[in-house]
């Protein structure tokens, strides 16, 4: 009995020792599990925070290039924009002051900023495009660009309204020169017209300078009744025996044998004689002898019009 009952205690203390090493072992297998499951959702946790930082890795390179990529874009556009406002203020000062010696410099100006508008537009285009397709917000860029392209529309009118001045004032200037040119040939035919008028009054003031110097010409002689004779200039008619006769100019008398004179500058003729005597006729009142030291030393002419009025040669007798 003993014996049996010694056997039913062994038994019972063995049965509930590999029960106790069973929920061990079960417990043991159930972290270890556990444990093995946590590893597996860490690795995965790791995995997909490792897919989620390449992804923003990604996106924010992505970002990097759109940005670096606009922003020199855009300050290419800003500089491009500030040398045409510069251009365009030197052209409309040089437009203003009228300076056509730099015309076609100012063409190539206007043509160059064109192009840079052009460039700078076509450029915008692709920024707004590559800022919506790039899926990143930047509102601070999207502002610039409007700026920009406000500032573009802006400048891109005002270089065209200085385009449209230059091409209306050379306008100007082509119907200008065509009027200048119908004057100068009115005026060709002008100077023609005032160059024979022209000779026209010189060849008249010559001959009106002629004219008055033959209206004022006079001649003058005096000698003894002899060499009066002897040159042609007197004749002695009528009388009886000699006694009697009239002196008096020939019909054809000797001109050379006259001294010319300007009867407006002439008031004197020397004489320098005992006796004289005009033959021609003058006006009595019109002139009287001047005598010096016993001899009749001029002739002085008072009144010149009178004087000259009957004749223009004056003959005078002289007695030594």
Not at 177 to 191: C, R, S
Not at 262 to 288: G, Q, V, W
């Amino acid at each position: 009995m003993e014996n049996e009952l010694n056997e039913e205690k062994k038994s019972g203390k063995f049965g509930k020792s590999a029960l106790k090493n069973i929920v061990a072992g079960a417990i043991v297998l159930i972290i270890i599990i556990i444990g093995f499951i946590i590893l597996l959702n860490k690795d995965s946790q790791i995995n997909e925070l490792q897919v989620e930082t390449q992804n923003l890795d990604s996106v924010i390179q992505k970002r990097d290039s759109v940005i670096n990529e606009l922003d020199g874009a855009i300050t290419e556009i800003e500089e491009n924009i500030t040398f045409i406002k510069i251009k365009r203020e030197q052209l409309e000062f040089e437009y203003q002051e009228g300076n056509q010696d730099r015309k076609e410099q100012i063409i190539e100006d206007i043509a160059l900023m064109n192009t840079m508008l052009e460039e700078s537009e076509k450029k915008m285009e692709e920024l707004t495009s590559k800022l919506q397709n790039s899926e990143v917000e930047i509102q601070s860029f999207k502002k610039r660009m409007n700026i920009l392209t406000s500032e573009l529309k802006n400048q891109t009118q005002v270089v065209s309204n200085l385009k449209q001045e230059l091409e209306k004032r050379d306008a100007q200037l082509a119907d200008m020169g065509k009027k200048v040119n119908k004057l100068e040939t009115v005026l060709v035919v002008q100077t023609d017209s005032l160059t024979a008028l022209n000779d026209s009054v010189g060849k008249s003031s010559e001959l009106i300078k002629q004219l008055d110097q033959e209206l004022h010409k006079a001649y003058w002689t005096l000698g003894t009744l002899k060499e009066l004779k002897e040159n042609d200039i007197l004749v002695r008619e009528g009388g009886f025996l000699g006694i009697g006769k009239n002196k008096t100019l020939k019909e054809n008398f000797n001109e050379e044998y006259f001294t010319e004179l300007d009867i407006r500058e002439t008031e004197l003729i020397p004489l320098n004689a005992k006796k004289a005597e005009i033959i021609s006729e003058h006006a009595a009142e019109s002139y009287r002898f001047v005598y010096q030291d016993d001899l009749i030393s001029y002739l002085k002419i008072e009144n010149p019009e009178e004087f000259w009025k009957l004749t223009k040669y004056a003959v005078i007798e002289v007695k030594q």
